[in-house]
């Protein structure tokens, strides 16, 4: 096995971590700059796309690691981690924004 056929999918794994871990800050920025764009829609828009890139992210980063441990050379290990690394990052995110969510909601509907 070539180590750009084991590189594909933790190539793919760390873009999508790396989406899903600029996501939230990408719709605080957005809603800095637009004035139609408020940043609570903004958020409500990103924690989903956020939580659905990284789960995609992990999914890829298990198919990677699953080729490499079949490999008998560990080319592409380097990616591998880092797409590890990134659909983690990007689910913690995630998680972190949804229970904001949740807990402004909580906020709001007891005032």
Do not use: C, D, K, N
């Amino acid at each position: 096995m070539s180590s750009s056929r084991a590189a594909g999918p933790a190539g793919v794994g760390a873009v999508l971590g790396a989406l899903a871990v600029l996501a939230i800050p990408a719709a605080g920025v957005a809603a800095a700059f637009m004035t139609q764009v408020t940043l609570l829609r903004a958020v409500y828009v990103a924690v989903p796309a956020a939580a659905v890139l990284a789960l995609t992210a992990f999914a890829a980063y298990r198919r990677a690691r699953a080729r490499l441990e079949r490999s008998v050379r560990r080319a592409g290990a380097g990616i591998v981690r880092t797409a590890r690394f990134l659909a983690f990052a990007g689910l913690y995110l995630a998680i972190t924004g949804a229970l904001a969510l949740a807990f402004y909601g909580v906020l709001h509907l007891r005032s």
